[in-house]
Structure formats: structure tokens, C-alpha cells
């Protein structure tokens, strides 16, 4: 008997050690799957912050792809706030009034510009699966409202708020962006001391089309009939003045600080000017030329660029690091080998690194067949194109008084042996027949360094007015402006 109740008792510790080692089990499965609850819960919450995250910097490239590309931009009234509205005196087109007040106004209750998904329409061009402007974005959430008003701190441009769904939850989240201050070109060619030849009495040795000519000098034309004219009725084409039997431009405007002088003419003296050549502009009313600051170029190039130190031989170092071996040829540099090459904003240094003076200035030589790129060259320039150049797709100007880019006619430019910006800080000195779409601009003059009437001819690209400058970002996300809401 007693036996038996030993037994039992056994049995029953057995049980209750059972039922606890149940108990515990299940309480440690409870938490495990408590815990896993919650880690499923903040991995969601940080896929959704991820997500909300992508779609804010997509609204934020996509606006600041508008400055940039004013072909993206919304057509419409919409489009022509991501255009200069205002035109200083001094500075040119600027999306800033003398003041320094955004031409962006609006607040997050009344935004300059508003696209909301309630709206068929909006939903339409925000989110469709074919054309959207997120539809890459689609499996992530959904952009429920993309606005753009005023900026909340002083100088800068506006600010960017974006709204996204996702797993049915909601974020907003704003950044704003600033402009940088890049001087435009307004002209397709300037020059320093003026644009002659070196062949005594000889014509002017470039051709302009397309936008204004300024020289701070006096300037040989050759006959006056030779003299491209300015006319509302001329063909837009990218035909050179060499194939024209009758040379003409809807946009050649000639000016001088110094005086027009004229070779003799079969046709006898002529009494009157052509009305699109101002002589004697300097120093009252003055020229209006555009100038590069050298400490803003050469930091932009440290930020957004490359920059380039330079010896005596004309031989180019990365970072300005002369060491043996390292140097490189300006061809090996700015040569491009195709259209769409494009090298971007590249710095190249005086001599001695410091701000240019007349003895500081080196000679690069380029004879590559294409460059494309915004070269700002603190030195003398030889430029000698090899080849026949490259086919580039160009813009012609607006129609005058006009801005809309409907008016702006398409244009394939045959031998092209430069796309972008020529800067030298001294003299341009140039061989054979170069050709370049965007501009020239030198510090000295511009001259041809041959006895055969040879000339340099250029195709102003009026996005150069407006300070779209390939390689150089127009508009930033400011730092220090990233905001989230839920």
C-alpha cells in the first residue's frame, strides 16, 4: 500500500512538471511571437519610411530636373515657374527680384503649384502605370501630392513638399532648394581687346550666329556687304555664311566699344551703318559684358567638376598634383569621342595656381576633332580641330520678344568641332575652319593665327542666357531643410 501512495506521488511531481515545462513553453512562444510581432511591425515601419524616403527624393530630381530642362517641365502656365522671371540690369535673367525675394510666393495652404491625386487629372500624371511621372515607383506607394511654394529661410528658392501612401499609411516630407549664382553668357562671342586678324587690313576672322557679337576694341569687317544682316525673314538652318548666297541671321547683333572700319568696296562708301552694328559702346553706355569670377569658377570645379593644374609645357595634372609621369595632353582631357560625351565643368589653373595676370598664363593646345564640355581655361588657347567634326542636335533662339520654347526650331549642325563653352583667359588663337555650337568667350582677343582667311564660326546656344550651363547644377536641395511629417 505504501508502495502505491510513493507511486502516485511520483507520478503526480511528474505531472506538475510536466504542466509547468507546458506553461513555460508557452509562455516563451508567447513572447517569441510578441517579439517577432514587433519586428515585423518595425521592419514595416522602416519599409515605409524607406519608401516614403525614395518617393520624396524622386518628387525632389524631379523639380529640380525642371530647372534644368525646361522641355520636362509642365506644360502650361505650370512650366513657366521654372523659368528666370526677373532680368537685372547687371546680372541678367534670375529667378530673384534686386531684392533678393524668390519669384516663388506661394505657402503649403495656397502653393505656387499643386498636383493632388483626389484629382482624376493629377492622379493621372503623378501615378499612371504608362506615363506617370512615378510610375517606376508604383510598386512601392503611391504620390498622393506633389506641391512647390515659397522658401521658409532667406535667399532661398523654394520648397518641394511631397506626399506618399504606402502599405496604408501616409508620410509628407518637404526639402527645399537653393540656386547657385552662375553668371549667363549673353552673347555668342565676347572678347577682351578685341577680335581682329593678324593679316594687316584683313576681315574679321569669325562668323556669329544666332545671338550678339561683343568686342571691347575696334573691328575689321572686310566689305560692308560681306556683313551678315539682321532680319526677321532669314532661314533657320545650320547652314555656314560660306554656303549662303545672301548672308543673314534672325539674331546677329554687333557690338563695339571701339570703332566699325571697312575694307573698300566695289559698291562705293556707304552713308549709313547696318542697323545691327553699335560702334563706340565703350565706355558710355558700356558693353554689358558677362565676366567669370576666377575664385567661384575654380571652387565650382573642386564641387561639381574637375580641376586641372598646368606646366609650362601645356601638359594638365589632376588636382593641380604636378608629380612626373602624371601629366596629361589637353586632347587626352577635353577631347570627346562621340556627341553626348560630355566632360562637364573643367577648371584649368594659371601657371601658378593663382588669379590670372598677363604673366601667369601658359598656352593650351587643342587638336582634338570634338570637344564637348564647359571649359573655363585660365591661359592662352591654339586651337587647331583635326577632322571633319561631329553632327550635334541644336535649338535655334526664340522667336525675339518671345520665350516659349515652341518657338525655338530644331537644328542638326554639321562639323561641329566644340559643343559648350570656350573660356580663355588670354588669347584664342585658332587654324583651319573651327566650328562650335554654344560660345566663345576671351578675356584677350580672338585671332586667326594664319595668312589663308581662315574663320571661326559659332552658333550661340541661347540656353547659355538663362545660365543653363551643361555641367553645372543650376538648383540644389539646401542642407539642413530635410523634414518628415506623419
Known sequence: ???????????????????????????????????????????????????????????????????????????????????????????????????????????????????????????????????????????????????????????????????????????????????????????????????????????????????????????NFGKIEELPVKTAQASVTGQSYAEMARREDRWLDIWLGGSALFSPSASGPTATLPANLYPHRDPSPGLNLDHWNYETMKQYAFLYGEYYGMDRNGLLYPNGIMETESGLTANEVLGSKSVGDHHGLVFVDTLDQRPPHGDNLGTLSLETEYAEGLFVVNAHVSLKPQGIGKSVPALSPPHEGASSLATRVPVQLTGMHLQGVLYSAGDIVFEGRPRVYGAVMAEGRVVSGSTTGETLEVWYNDDLRSGLLRGMPLVYVAPGTWQEQY
Open 1 to 219: 500500500m505504501e508502495g502505491n501512495v510513493n507511486e502516485y506521488r511520483e507520478r503526480g511531481t511528474a505531472l506538475i512538471g510536466s504542466v509547468m515545462a507546458v506553461l513555460l513553453l508557452s509562455m516563451l512562444g508567447t513572447v517569441s511571437l510578441n517579439l517577432a510581432t514587433q519586428e515585423i511591425e518595425s521592419v514595416g515601419a522602416a519599409r515605409d519610411v524607406a519608401v516614403a524616403q525614395h518617393l520624396a527624393e524622386a518628387g525632389a530630381d524631379l523639380v529640380v530636373q525642371w530647372f534644368h530642362d525646361p522641355n520636362a517641365a509642365p506644360s502650361g502656365p505650370a512650366g513657366s515657374l521654372f523659368v528666370k522671371r526677373h532680368d537685372l540690369p547687371e546680372a541678367g535673367p534670375s529667378f530673384f527680384d534686386e531684392k533678393g525675394v524668390s519669384q516663388f510666393s506661394g505657402t503649403t495652404d495656397r502653393p505656387d503649384l499643386l498636383y493632388d491625386a483626389l484629382r482624376p487629372d493629377d492622379d493621372r500624371i503623378l501615378n499612371d502605370p504608362a506615363n506617370g511621372w512615378f510610375r517606376s515607383l508604383r510598386s512601392l506607394g503611391r504620390v498622393l501630392k506633389l506641391k512647390v511654394y515659397g522658401p521658409t529661410r532667406p535667399g532661398l528658392l523654394c520648397t518641394v513638399e511631397i506626399a506618399a501612401g504606402a502599405a496604408g499609411m501616409t508620410r509628407t516630407l518637404s526639402v527645399q532648394l537653393g540656386a547657385r549664382t552662375i553668371p549667363p553668357l549673353r552673347a555668342g562671342v565676347q572678347a577682351g581687346n578685341g577680335v581682329v586678324s593678324r593679316v594687316p587690313d584683313g576681315v574679321m576672322p569669325l562668323w556669329l550666329h544666332w545671338g550678339d557679337l561683343k568686342v571691347k576694341g575696334d573691328m
